[in-house]
């Protein structure tokens, strides 16, 4: 392998390391990570299909993850009183999940203290390098998941 592929190689590992390394927890407040990604999809899915709330399939659906591991930490965030589930009158094989006024409160607040960061950081990068950072590194992310499922099927 050529010097300046391996260059690049081990220059995106370290840049993985440095991403991975991000401490976010003081503008999460008490939510982890996934619950600022559920509280994420179910305040934006909620507000813009004008529904009530989200059936869990379609959760694991949009975060890519397993109903399972959607309901396990759904347990987690209802002791919390971040969110409410209730069973479907409809069909009562689903059971949808709602935001408690809690909920929807400490995701306002956190959303409102990472998109300060967010701002923060496209000043310092600059809007257009932000625009085609995104553009690229969703780009990769394709390239890895398209990779990574090629090699695990091996």
Known sequence: METKEKNIEHELLVL?????R???SA?????????????DLLSKQIQEKEIEGMKVSSIAEALDISSPA?????G???RKGYILRKVNPHNRRNTIVKI????????????SQMNRLLD???????????????RLWNRVAEAFLEETKFELKI
Do not use: A, C, P, W
Not at 16 to 20: A, D, L, W
Not at 27 to 39: A, D, H, I, P, V
Not at 100 to 111: A, F, H, L, S, V
């Open 100 to 111: 408690t006024k809690n909920g929807q409160k400490i995701y306002d607040k956190t959303e």
């Open 76 to 78: 987690g965030m209802e």
């Open 22 to 24: 991000i401490d976010l």
């Open 120 to 134: 923060h950081v496209t000043k310092r990068v600059g809007q257009e390098d932000m625009e085609e950072l995104l």
């Open 70 to 74: 959607v309901s396990r930490m759904l």
């Open 16 to 20: 993985f390391r440095k991403m991975i």
């Open 27 to 39: 503008y999460l407040q008490e939510l982890s990570r996934e619950e600022f990604y559920m509280l």
